[in-house]
């Protein structure tokens, strides 16, 4: 099984673009897709990517993901910050040996 | 509109059992895989189990294996896990998750609390 590291914390001001990085410690990140999900306080997770880059219906294309193989990491971008996305996040992916695996999280700040 | 909704969570002793429940609606149910993946408190999300359409594919994290059961009814349009040998570290709660081919988690349920405590 393969892990997936992400910041514990990243903070930034309203209206600036802010990216979260996932790197996985063994295996391509382009062998499976990448996940990623907003976690507000006291709420449920909800999908804000899928598919490495995809975007759900009613999700705002202020969210963008991306995979870069030469980091082996996946990445979330948030652009026009809002104080509305001060949430955690969790980027997930499949191992392809029967597992689903989660980053530990990243707390963001809206300073 | 998709809807999941668990339920069955509770205060269980060590070594009890508790079985949770999601009803779903909004889409056709035996189309779709289905999961459960739980959350301690303070902690990060964690995959549980797994049940693919028609049942016919099943995978547990190895923290449950054993202990866990999942299953489904398709008449009641339900998605279930049978949790045996409660341990403290199964404390968290529980989500049910609507999956897609990928391995994308696409709708999940706002959960239902298991606290295993003495």
């Known amino acids: 099984n393969f892990m997936l590291t992400q910041p514990h914390s990243v903070s930034e001001s309203p209206g600036k673009t802010l990216t979260i990085s996932c790197t996985r410690s063994s295996g391509s990140i382009a062998s499976n897709y990448v996940q990623w999900y907003q976690q507000r306080p006291g709420s449920a997770p909800t999908t804000v990517i899928y598919d490495d880059n995809q975007r759900p219906s009613g999700v705002p294309d202020r969210f963008s993901g991306s995979i870069d193989s030469s980091s082996n990491s996946a990445s979330l971008t948030i652009s026009g910050l809002k104080a509305e996305d001060e949430a955690d996040y969790y980027c997930?992916?499949?191992?392809?040996?029967?597992?689903?695996?989660f980053g530990g999280g990243t707390k963001v700040s809206v300073l | 509109e998709v809807q999941l909704v668990e339920s069955g969570g509770g205060l269980v002793p060590p070594g009890g059992s508790l079985r949770l429940s999601c009803s779903v609606s909004g889409f056709t149910f035996r189309s779709y895989s289905m999961n459960w993946v739980r959350q301690a408190p303070g902690k990060g999300l964690e995959w549980v189990a797994y049940?693919?359409?028609?049942?016919?594919?099943?995978y547990y994290a190895d923290s449950v294996k054993g202990r866990f059961t999942i299953s489904t009814d398709i008449a009641k349009n339900s998605v279930y896990l049978q949790m045996n040998s409660l341990r403290d570290e199964d404390t968290a709660m529980y989500y049910c998750?609507?999956?897609?081919?990928?391995?994308?988690?696409?709708?999940w349920g706002q959960g239902t609390l298991v606290t295993v405590s003495s």
């Open positions: 998750a609507r999956s897609i081919l990928s391995g994308a988690f696409q709708h």
């Open positions: 997930q992916s499949y191992d392809g040996n029967i597992h689903w695996v």
């Open positions: 049940i693919s359409t028609s049942s016919s594919t099943i």
